[in-house]
């Protein structure tokens, strides 16, 4: 077993790489499940690069894209951010019964495909992914990503865009058992707003 101790060096935090906000409201911790709803996906795309580009080249992180292929997320990055960055793309969004396959069977797939311990996985993904859930599908959901992520001592932030994101919040607003940060970017006379409804720090 850990000792405290052990575990305290463990523990890791990962920054949004937003200085415009609370360093506090700007800090991911591992593990930590966190979620960014964005209304449009170009900002979604600069907050997913911002990110990125923000890493320490040592940190260990993937990057899943769904709707998306996650190299083009990466034009912008140069020389930024993790020295390895390994990318995953979900089924196209032909088939929603395959695609909701592939979310419930996300950590089996990554603890095949490299090893999470203390790793920063980005989900980027339209809200549209998502409305294939019920509301018990997504909590069931919501509760065994949480339990993987705290086994794992690892983080999850999901980047979750454009229409449909308000039903998203409304399902979420109620899931802080789950989810250690939820926030939101919203464009609105033409400035951007991010509205944070929590966020869990150490």
Known sequence: TLTKADKESMSRSFSLGNR??????????APGFYWVNIER??????????LIRNQPENTKAALICSGLKPEKLLTNIDHFGPQKLPL??????????????????????LMRSLRPQQRLFILFAPASLWQIFTSEEMQQWLRHIQQWLDAQNCTLLVLCHSTGINKIKNQLVSQHRYLQGLASLQWQQDNAQYVVSWWSTA
Not at 20 to 29: F, R, S, T, Y
Not at 41 to 50: E, G, P, S, V, Y
């Open 20 to 29: 415009k906000i609370w360093d506090e409201l700007a800090v991911m911790q």
């Open 41 to 50: 996906q170009i900002d979604a795309n600069l907050f997913c690069q911002q």
């Open 88 to 109: 995953f793309s979900l089924p196209e969004q032909k088939n929603a019964s395959v695609q909701k396959n592939a979310l419930q069977h996300l950590t089996h797939d």
